[in-house]
């Protein structure tokens, strides 16, 4: 089955700062998800990438304080802007119905594990 | 109230028993439902996966949905070490956004 890589898998950012995550795939693929994992909680989804259009970002998520880019079949990055401690959590990509699985399956990266001090 | 919910345990059994993990939700639109594995430090990696109800057999997992009581149980027979981990129960529309429940921390003794 196809590949899901995240960089960086954590880092330690300092408060109004931004980071950008990368989600690399190993095969192409129409929708991907970015999700939010806070501590002790479950995922939550950010926001929807298709390739060659804008975004779709679910309620309580916005487009300036999370950027994504999609530009290709197989990339996506999520950039964290203007940090502050609670959007300490882990962020992870996540990818639908990949190259030789069956429909409606979704697989997830490693994820990112971000500490905002 | 949360769309799913789901006990967070910890759920500790002795290896060798059988697991019953559960998942209550609120819509009755969802078709989809999947349950997930989740090591420490891990991303997420896909169990089962069910489409409406029924149940589902993978070797030592069971995955059973019954719609008309929105209630889905995922089963692990003679659970070992190895499956220490917390199991993310997933629900969808249309199969694609997943709405989790918070997940089942579970503990597997030797």
């Known amino acids: 089955s196809a590949v899901i890589s995240q960089k960086p898998s954590r880092d330690i950012c300092q408060r109004g700062t931004s980071l950008t995550i990368q989600c690399q795939v190993d095969?192409?693929?129409?929708?991907m998800f970015w999700y939010r994992q806070q501590p002790g909680q479950s995922l939550t989804l950010i926001a929807t990438a298709n390739q060659g259009s804008e975004a779709t970002y679910e309620s309580g998520f916005v487009i300036d304080k999370f950027p994504i880019s999609r530009p290709n079949l197989t990339f996506s990055t999520l950039t964290v802007s203007n940090m502050s401690p609670e959007d300490s959590s882990i962020y992870l990509c996540?990818?639908?119905?990949?190259?030789?699985?069956?429909?409606?399956?979704?697989?997830f990266g490693p994820g990112t594990r971000l500490t905002v001090t | 109230q949360k769309e799913v919910e789901q006990d967070p345990g910890p759920l500790s059994v002795p290896e060798g028993a059988i697991v019953s993990l559960n998942c209550t939700y609120s819509n009755s639109a969802f078709q989809y439902f999947m349950w997930y594995r989740q090591y420490s430090r891990k991303g997420p990696e896909l169990l089962m996966y069910?489409?409406?109800?029924g149940n589902k057999e993978d070797g030592r997992f069971t995955a059973q949905v019954d719609k008309s009581s929105k209630y889905i149980s995922l089963f692990i027979r003679d659970s070992q070490p190895s499956d220490s981990a917390t199991y993310l129960c997933a629900m969808s529309l249309y199969g694609n956004k997943l709405v989790f429940g918070a997940g089942t921390i579970l503990r597997v003794k030797s």
């Open positions: 095969s192409q693929v129409t929708m």
């Open positions: 996540s990818v639908f119905s990949l190259a030789g699985g069956k429909d409606y399956e979704q697989y």
């Open positions: 069910t489409y409406s109800s």
